[in-house]
């Protein structure tokens, strides 16, 4: 909390935030029993020690205002001005939002936090209210820990990671892991807790060795510590070795921390001379940095006593990047102006995993001075697109102008076609009604329904008008056009008795009902036209074979009706 304490010191804005929603939670009390407040105060704490400017930090403050204490968004707007209020409101809308484990929704769904969220800062102090939740959902009932956790595994923790946050993204994959994998949770403190002792223990020991050999090279170290290796990420990589925790060299790595890029090749250099490394272990992400930007040197050593180790070489910039990601630009940008980030290495993002996060990242380079990077954190590469809730928190996308029809039909076609009205935010709304982006659409259908040739005038899928079309011409029925449903054979014979009698039994034996005779004698022999209830064409020819091996039979074929 240091540095929420320098900001809440000097700004004047927090310390009002502060009063507000101290007061407007007066009386309220977490699950835990609490003191309200203290989550929103939590929060902000997060959103300053990762270095975002006083307005984030405000709306931290503020985030649960309008949501539970039922304070208009206008009433922020007046006291705290309207960026506050614009990232007060942001947080709500994403408060709406309920993932459920629906695997075709996940890329869907942290597209829709970031086009919703429109600027950077509302995500991350929805990630910082995600954080405190989950650093206290025990208190809940198990029915929601497990929604919220599978919601914080699949959403809320890779967004962080893509957004470069590494720290807070292994943090909140770790907190959600015992509440949604308990026996993989339990199995890995009974098999793994005193590995990591051990290892920590051993680390302990080479930190001194490592640290005099750096230094009596010259490298201009700052720092060396041991960081253990996530149970998360962990228990991922445990099922890719067997589950032999003595194949993972990085239970405890050693992070070295050095002054700059050369300090980093240097060091490497020592330590390969020092101890042989392992082969094949070597990573160079500085050079080639991971698709979220992180950098570093990644080497697997035999060190003393014959142990092998994994040791990491960073600079103090890559490291506090890698740490906070994109707030630690934030935080750069307000302290040294736009220069430190303009150095930056270039970030090599494999365009298929990234693709829409790209464009975000873009912003990185394409500013200039403050102004621009506060513009950066405006997100509008969605400005084509609609993404609206179904009422269960399922998020639909749709282009621009679209209306509660297309929302109907982009769902099920049912619904499309038995749709009668729609309510938008709990109010009763035309169908003509333009969508906005975080509205919760729910439809109201009436079963037989059919649609309005009227909606056409306003529908903007093809989806949806190509469906209306097709319900208006099934609804006149003139302009139906069915498939085939039997076929009609039609036999030439020489008439005799029981020659109708030997037909039928043919096409019975063939297993194929008999829909209804017809005969007439148009010409010399009589024409027998009979109805089967079948349409498999090779079925009708095997069985226009057998007819015509029957004695008197001249001529037969058959058509689709
Ligand atoms: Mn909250």
Redesign the pocket.
Known sequence: MKRFQEIFNSSDLVRRAFDFAKLAHAGQKRKTGEPYFN??LA?AGAVAEWGLDETTVAAALL??VVEDTGCPIEKIKEQFGEETAFLVDGVTKL?KIKYRGVERQVENLRKFILALSQDIRVVIVKLA?RL??MRTLAALPPQKQKRIALETMDIYAPLAYRLGMQKLSGELEDLAFPFLYPQEYKWLIKNVKDKYEQREQYSNRLKPVLETELRNNNINLISIDSRAKRYSSLYKKLLRYDMNVENIYDLVALRVIVKDLEDCYAALGIIHKTWLPVPRRFKDYIALPKPNGYQSLHTTVFGPENKITEIQIKTARMHEEAEHGIAAHFAYAQNKGAKAYLERTATFADAKELGWVQQLQNWQKNFSNEDDFLQSLKIDFFKDRILALTPKGEVIDLPVGATPVDFAYQIHTDIGDNCVGSRINGKITPLDHQLRSGDVVEILTQKNKKPSESWLNFVKTSGAKNHIHAALKNKSGSLVKRGPEAAELRITAEDRMGLLKDITAVISRSHVNILGVNSAVTSRYPAIKIRCATTDKAKIEKLLLKIKELGGVKEISYQLI
């Open positions: 989550h929103p929060a985030h649960d408060g209210d405190h939740n």
